[in-house]
Nanobody, 121 residues
Framework: QVQLVESGGGLVQPGGSLRLSCAAS????????MGWYRQAPGKQRELVAT???????NYADSVKGRFTISRGNASNTVWLQMNSLKPEDTAVYYC???????????????WGQGTQVTVSS
C-alpha cells in the first residue's frame, strides 16, 4: 500500500501565507515527480506546481512568483509554500506522486485525500 498524507490547509486572509506538506509512505521503490493540484467548486482540477526527482520545477502561471514547491532530502516529502494568497486560490489542494512500487513495476499516479485552503477576509 502507498499513502500520501497532506497537512497544512486552513483559512487565511488575503495576502497571507500557508505551507502545505505531503508525505508519501508505504511500499515504495522510487518516486519520480511530485506535485500539487487544486480543485475549486464547480471547476476542473488544475495543476499548481510539480517538482521532478532532479528538482526541476514547473508552475501554473497563476501562482508563479507567489508559490514555491520543494522536496525533502529523502524525496518522499513535498511542500508548497504559498505567499500573497488571493481569494481565487481558494480550493481543495491535492498532493500527487508518480511512484514505482517495485524495481520491475510500472509507474503509477497516487493522490492524497486533499486539504482545504480558504482565502477570505
Amino acid at each position: 500500500q502507498v499513502q500520501l498524507v497532506e497537512s497544512g490547509g486552513g483559512l487565511v486572509q488575503p495576502g497571507g501565507s500557508l505551507r502545505l506538506s505531503c508525505a508519501a509512505s508505504g511500499s515504495i521503490f522510487r518516486i519520480n515527480a511530485m506535485g500539487w493540484y487544486r480543485q475549486a467548486p464547480g471547476k476542473q482540477r488544475e495543476l499548481v506546481a510539480t517538482i521532478a526527482n532532479g528538482e526541476s520545477t514547473n508552475y501554473a502561471d497563476s501562482v508563479k512568483g507567489r508559490f514555491t514547491i520543494s522536496r525533502g532530502n529523502a524525496s518522499n516529502t513535498v511542500w508548497l509554500q504559498m505567499n500573497s494568497l488571493k481569494p481565487e486560490d481558494t480550493a481543495v489542494y491535492y498532493c500527487n506522486a508518480e511512484i514505482r512500487r517495485m524495481s520491475w513495476s510500472r509507474v503509477n499516479d497516487y493522490w492524497g485525500q486533499g486539504t482545504q485552503v480558504t482565502v477570505s477576509s
